[in-house]
């Protein structure tokens, strides 16, 4: 079974950036489309970006330009660089599978003040 470990978040001011990690262990992901996911209180959980097997990328509207998604199968690890952060960009990211996540782990922080 595969377990999925995000790293990376923080407090960041409006404006600047921050790199996400999801490292997997338990079985090579580099067959699966992951993508990052996105949650704040009250309000449903929503997939920012993905990438497939084969390293094509697609992103929500809202981070477009902003962020890019990223993996490193030697590594084992899938990547989200944050740029250009907004006060909207707060909440708690995951990494799962795509389209059909696993289990959901506790996430990453990310806190941008204004």
């Known amino acids: 079974q595969v377990q999925l470990a995000e790293s990376g978040g923080g407090l960041v001011q409006a404006g600047g950036s921050l790199r996400l990690s999801c490292a997997a262990s338990?079985?090579?992901?580099?067959?699966?489309?992951m993508g990052w996911y996105r949650q704040t209180p009250g309000k449903q959980r929503e997939l920012v970006a993905w990438i497939n097997s084969g390293g094509g990328t697609k992103y929500a509207d809202s981070v477009k330009g902003r962020f890019t998604i990223s993996r490193d199968n030697i590594k084992n690890t899938v990547y989200l660089q944050m740029n250009s952060l907004k006060p909207e960009d707060t909440a708690v990211y995951s990494c799962n599978f795509q389209p059909i996540p696993a289990n959901w782990g506790p996430g990453t922080q990310v806190t941008v003040s204004s």
């Open positions: 338990g079985r090579r992901i580099s067959i699966n489309s």
